[in-house]
């Protein structure tokens, strides 16, 4: 009895060392290693740990640190099906009829391990929710009726897609939705990776003359990173430099990247490949969230198909790395870190990635968006991009209406339009057919907007000048019935889930924010209440490591501000 069990272990180690030997000499090694267990057994138990601690030459508390970091790893046997529900507004009552079905809690497993209920915070079908994850399968638009064959696993439609609204000018998703995304001859015939003559100098010049800002957040302006990263050792002609494009699309409300990953890929595999040739870089990644399997999918036969065709190779080439469950590695530093195989811990500025990023590189790093601008920039030139949107806020933005509404989806419009003129024209209006109380434009971590502030045009000066930001171009709509006293909660507690941890104010202050305001909902809002609050605020603002915990007041002081009823404070 005793041999038979040693063999079985002694085959299962074998079994072990050969998944994770695949990674040995593979960027992220000991992170892809220990994904590559869980896809195997559902979970990395003590001995796989061991077997990567000796694989990298990593001590076991460095491995440890990496598997609990990380939402994927799992380190007990999963149960046999787990549900993952979208945690949104319009989710919590899906969420509860669940709880209530089971009898059990979000988090908590069946007695007898049949099944789970799990939160994440983001599947990239914001416009169709409510959504569930269960395997790679996702499923849209569920009501009462679709408990049951979500319980079952039967009946899955297949995920809705928003339709193009009409009234747009897409220049980005022109051809998203319409054109086959593998169709790479017919991608080319359109123009696709004709550059014409332009020198690595005449790119940058473009993309300055463009206008063009990073479209994932912090619309800091392209030209700057790439100007910076070509500058590095540009007399040595073989110095290592990176492209990393931040396909880590998690907040809540946005779901562009994963629309144009899979329904235009070669888009954005030329838009890195541009970015290479101007700043000298000989190697890219794609960092892509483990919760778009079907973009990893595309994404892999896209990249396969361009280095058949000679577009990817010795010069150039582009390798897709999966994320392993880290809101967090949507930062940047953070993202590097990951994709050294790490915990994804925030790293201190200076220096900058442009300078030392990707094992200390010069690393230039957008989101997807920003890489699938610059094609369109180059074939018309700067200048014409620039002659859409509104001074500094210059081209197009693909925003992402959600929330309450009667028809949600992808616009990409100029920049300049009212945010109220925005939700008229698109929305529909309110799928409850109640009024609009509440906008949170830019992610978990935007502010919120009340009707007041509608008129303010959509572009990164105006939204700045009333405390507000574009962010990802995610809008999301509430009725009348929303607590923005809840909302304002759910936002430290937000914090509290997805930080490194790195930062006191960010670490410690998310949860002190979160016992805070439930203490105002539950208790009534004093004096001395509201001004710890606000210092509270103003600690994580000025005092975090990243905008992680430094943007996490902006829904809290905006909801103070706009609606102070639902504080229990006069108006």
Not at 163 to 187: H, K
């Amino acid at each position: 009895m005793t041999g038979s069990r040693d063999d079985s272990i002694m085959t299962t180690m074998t079994e072990i060392a050969e998944i994770i030997a695949q990674h040995e000499h593979r960027v992220g090694g000991p992170l892809s290693a220990l994904r590559a267990v869980v896809e195997a057994y559902g979970y990395v138990d003590d001995k796989a740990q061991s077997a990567v601690a000796s694989l990298f030459n990593i001590s076991g508390a460095e491995v440890r640190g990496i598997v609990s970091f990380y939402e994927d790893l799992k380190t007990s046997p999963p149960a046999a099906r787990t549900i993952r529900i979208w945690q949104a507004s319009g989710c919590r009552e899906l969420t509860q009829s669940l709880e209530a079905r089971l009898g059990i809690q979000l988090g908590e497993k069946m007695p007898d391990n049949s099944l789970a209920l799990e939160a994440v915070h983001c599947l990239g079908h914001c416009a169709s929710g409510p959504v569930a994850m269960i395997g790679e399968e996702i499923w849209t638009d569920i009501n009462d009726a679709d408990i049951e064959n979500l319980l079952t696993g039967e009946n899955n439609e297949p995920p809705s897609q928003p339709g193009p609204l009409p009234n747009q000018t897409r220049l980005i998703f022109n051809r998203c939705g319409i054109a086959d995304p593998l169709d790479l001859t017919t991608y080319k015939k359109e123009g696709g990776f004709k550059t014409g003559s332009l020198s690595a100098d005449g790119i940058i010049e473009e993309i300055r003359t463009s206008g063009l800002r990073g479209r994932g957040g912090a619309g800091f302006p392209a030209h700057i990173k790439w100007q910076t990263v070509a500058d590095q050792n540009a007399d040595q002609s073989a110095y290592q430099k990176y492209i990393v494009c931040n396909a880590d699309e998690g907040d809540s409300g946005t779901f562009a990247d994963r629309m144009i990953m899979e329904g235009d890929p070669f888009l954005l595999i030329e838009g890195m490949c541009l970015a290479a040739g101007a700043v000298g870089a000989s190697k890219g990644f794609i960092y892509l969230r483990s919760e778009y399997p079907h973009a990893r999918d595309v994404l892999t036969e896209a990249i396969t198909l361009a280095r058949e065709d000679g577009l990817l190779g010795e010069t150039f080439d582009i390798e897709l790395f999966i994320g392993a469950g880290a809101y967090i590695c949507g930062e940047e530093t953070s993202l590097l870190e990951s994709l050294e195989g790490k915990r994804g811990l925030i790293r201190a500025k200076p220096p900058l990635p442009a300078v030392e990023g990707l094992f200390g590189k010069p690393t230039l790093v957008h989101n997807v968006i920003t890489f699938c601008s610059v094609p369109w920039i180059v074939r018309h030139g700067g200048a014409a991009y620039r002659e859409y949107g509104v001074g500094d806020s210059s081209g197009t933005m693909p925003f992402q209406l959600s929330g309450n509404v009667k028809q949600g989806g992808l616009i990409e419009i100029p920049f300049g339009m009212p945010l109220g003129e925005f939700i008229d024209a698109f929305s529909g209006g309110t799928r409850s057919g109640r009024p609009i109380k509440a906008v949170q434009i830019g992610g978990p971590l935007g502010a919120y907007l009340s009707p007041a502030q509608f008129d303010t045009p959509l572009t990164y000066e105006a939204m700045a000048e009333i405390g507000a930001g574009i962010g990802h171009g995610g809008i999301v709509v509430f009725d009348e019935t929303v607590d923005l006293a809840e909302q304002a909660q759910y936002s430290f507690q937000f914090c509290e889930i997805e930080s490194c941890g790195k930062c006191t104010p960010c670490r410690i202050g998310s949860v002190r924010g979160k016992e805070l305001v439930s203490d105002i909902r539950a208790n009534g809002c004093t004096e001395e209440k509201l001004s710890l609050l606000k210092d509270l605020c103003d600690v994580m603002e000025k005092a975090s490591l990243c905008q992680m915990g430094g943007m996490t007041p902006i829904p809290v002081e905006s909801a103070l501000k706009h609606f102070p009823q639902d504080f229990g404070l006069e108006p």
